[in-house]
């Protein structure tokens, strides 16, 4: 992968306070101060630390509920069923797995943690990939992938948020797929109905984080804005229809 000389810096960094609140208030001041100041590791590690940290500790504040355990089990053991039914999985293998894959068991609990703390930051660099090789192909814009990086980094920042508001949302409804989208007004929410999948994708979180990545390299790569927000948006609507056809995941 090209990479291309981060420009020389010529303003200050803000504080991490000052990055927290601009970005939710003022996002282009804060993305133009990323572009004009050096590499800086601090702007994607600090967030995406903290997301995991807190995604892990509200996982294990959701397992403390019976209700959504419960659920959670439904789940595993109707998987698991399909599983054995297909020929995939014997009834001996079935057993282990239900036991392992147990809610309230310590290893699932261990699990849980080591998979947000693995799958985290795979996601941010192969994000920002995705981002830095639209840049360079549809914008025909360069600029220095770390960069990119930080600009998706930051917004680890909105996902805490958007994980704190659907955790309080689970509890309130005592629903697992409760979360600020459509979906929440859908009373018996189905992972086999496409309608159900389609609506939980329309997340508010979601057209925030991606207006403000828009924001982010729009300043990055010195592109129109409505030109990056249309390409972000496209993006993030081919991924949901491939995810929705495929039943790969309820969430964003």
Not at 66 to 88: C, F, H, W, Y
Not at 134 to 159: C, D, H, N, Q, R
């Amino acid at each position: 992968m090209e990479e291309q000389t981060a420009p020389e810096a010529t303003a200050e960094p803000m504080s991490f306070g000052e990055k927290v609140v601009n970005i939710l208030t003022a996002p282009g001041e804060l993305f133009e101060n990323v572009r004009l100041t050096g590499k800086t590791t601090s702007n994607w590690l600090l967030p995406m630390v903290l997301f995991i940290v807190i995604a892990a500790s509200l996982n294990q504040l959701i397992l403390t509920n019976p209700s959504l355990v419960e659920q959670m089990n439904t789940l595993t053991r109707k998987g698991i069923d399909e599983a054995v039914t297909k020929g995939s999985m014997t009834a001996e293998q079935a057993e282990k797995a239900a036991e392992s894959t147990r809610p309230d068991s310590l290893i699932f609990r261990i699990l849980q943690i080591v998979g947000v703390a693995l799958i985290t930051p795979i996601a941010l660099f192969l994000l920002s990939l995705v981002y830095w090789l639209l840049g360079k192909w549809a914008m025909s814009a360069s600029a220095p992938y770390m960069k990119v990086v930080e600009v998706a980094g930051l917004t680890f920042i909105i996902s805490i948020l958007e994980t704190m508001v659907t955790t309080l949302l689970a509890y309130g409804t005592d629903s697992l797929f409760a979360g600020p989208n459509l979906a929440l007004f859908v009373s018996n929410f189905d992972l086999q109905n496409k309608l159900h999948l389609a609506l939980s994708k329309v997340n508010v979180f979601t057209i925030w984080d991606l207006a403000v990545v828009s924001i982010g390299l729009s300043k990055l790569f010195q592109r129109h804005l409505p030109k990056v927000l249309v390409l972000v948006f496209a993006l993030w609507i081919v991924w949901s229809v491939l995810t929705v056809l495929t039943g790969m995941s309820f969430g964003r």
